[in-house]
């Protein structure tokens, strides 16, 4: 059994037995600076196979796309704690790389009993956490602000912004959003008439809405700290702040451990028309992989094309663009002798475009 992790680690275990196939090393970590947090010491390392992504930012890994992104992802990067991917999240700020849009992905990965590989594409999108003091003064900041953000202006578009929300929705909008909760939001009916004292401070921007500090106090899930927000930390002209690859496609030899391919995956066409190819990009959605020897895939967010590899390889073998970004995992079938591949065109990912088909591939007929 192997389990990918967003760590960019893969534990290769004997399915009857749990056992791990390669030794696991169990490695101190750093103690969490924050009150009252108690982390475990140690964390797994597997020896074998080498994770499928970077795990630390450090400075020599700034972007050089400009001399200005470089200058002013350096500024951000020394002022957050940045010590590698255990680093525990601190009132001054973390570096959370790989990224909760990092290492492994929903899409899973692919394995090939015939060769025994395994294959991974992998996301590499530092993300800043930073907590604060969870107070009794803002009902906003501390039922929303989390993703939010306390400023109201979210991390669109993951988390969409609330500033002057009172324009562009009605009150009973706002109550019922804020109620029932709406697509990826999740609602908020525990608040009760709170509810109101929310939706006056997202209309008139004064906060009058405090939280009782008995009631708090009496609360057995009153933490002390709260997430500031999600920060998916870009350089200022919106590109991953590190050197590339930006996202990678491995293929992992799981009998050796060790990996056979690994390239860049994904590009920006409009990198690309300055002369930045192979960059690899945030890719969301899996491989499959067939017995003919070919590697499926979409997922790229930018360049939305869906291509084929050798297997073995990893040599591009065919590609196409499709009408949005594959964020999906393509499916192969047959039917009446003939072989087909089919993906879910979805896309709407950190600022790419959204769509809504399904688009099939065939083989030629056989003569
Ligand atoms: C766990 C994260 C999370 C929390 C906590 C959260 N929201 Fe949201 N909120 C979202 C997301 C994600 C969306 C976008 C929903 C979608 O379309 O999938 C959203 C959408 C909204 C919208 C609609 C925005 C628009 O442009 O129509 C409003 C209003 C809103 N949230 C208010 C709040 C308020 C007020 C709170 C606190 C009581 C809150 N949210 C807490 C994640 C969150």
Same mark, same amino acid.
């Given at each position: 059994m192997a389990q990918i992790a967003k760590t960019g680690f893969v534990f290769v275990l004997d399915?009857?037995?749990?056992?791990?196939?390669f030794p696991i090393e169990y490695r101190k970590v750093l103690p969490s600076p924050l009150d009252g947090e108690k982390l475990a010491e140690t964390q797994p390392y597997p020896?074998?196979?080498?994770?499928?992504?970077? *795990?630390a930012f450090t @400075?020599?890994?700034?972007? =050089?796309?400009?001399p200005e992104a470089h200058a002013a992802v350096l500024e951000t990067l020394r002022k957050v704690d940045s010590k #590698?991917?255990?680093?525990p999240p601190s009132l001054r700020g973390t570096? +959370?790389?790989?990224?909760?849009?990092?290492? $492994? @992905?929903?899409g899973g990965a692919a394995f090939d009993p015939a060769t025994g590989l395994l294959y991974v594409n992998s996301n590499e999108q530092p993300w800043i956490i930073r907590m604060v003091t969870h107070d009794t003064t803002s009902l906003y900041k501390n039922n929303c602000g989390g993703c939010h953000g306390d400023d109201l !202006? $979210? &991390?669109?578009?993951n988390f969409p912004s609330l500033v002057d929300i009172g324009s562009r929705r009605t009150r009973a909008e706002l109550l019922q959003v804020v109620r029932e909760g709406t697509g990826r939001m999740p609602g908020f009916a525990d608040l009760a008439r709170n509810v109101d004292e929310i939706v006056d401070f997202l209309i008139t #921007?004064?906060? =009058? $809405?405090?939280?009782d500090p008995e009631a708090a106090k009496n609360d057995? =899930?009153?933490?002390?700290y709260r997430n500031e927000g999600y920060i998916l930390f870009r350089d200022p *002209?919106?590109?991953?702040?590190?050197?590339?690859?930006w996202g990678s496609l491995n293929a992992i030899d799981l009998n050796k451990g060790e990996i056979r391919w690994r390239i860049p995956f994904g590009e920006y066409p409009e990198l690309v028309a300055q002369?930045? !190819?192979?960059?690899g990009s945030d890719n969301y959605g899996g491989p499959v992989v067939t017995a003919s020897g070919l590697l499926f895939i979409g997922a790229t967010s930018f360049d939305k094309k869906f291509r084929a590899y050798?297997?073995?390889?990893?040599? +591009?073998?065919w590609e196409t663009v499709l009408p949005? &970004? $594959?964020n999906a995992t393509p499916a192969v079938y047959e039917l009446d002798g003939r072989e087909y591949v089919v993906i879910v065109c979805g896309g709407g990912k950190n600022g790419a475009a959204s769509g809504s088909s399904i688009v099939a591939f065939a083989l030629p007929e056989k003569e």
């Open positions: 399915r009857r037995t749990g056992k791990s196939l020896v074998k196979p080498p994770p499928f992504t970077r *795990q @400075e020599d890994m700034v972007t =050089n796309r400009t #590698g991917m255990f680093t570096m +959370l790389f790989p990224g909760t849009d990092g290492g $492994g @992905e929903w !202006k $979210g &991390a669109p578009p #921007g004064k906060d =009058n $809405g405090k939280v057995p =899930n009153w933490l002390k *002209q919106g590109y991953p702040p590190l050197t590339p690859p002369g930045l !190819k192979d960059t050798d297997k073995l390889t990893g040599k +591009l073998l949005a &970004a $594959g």
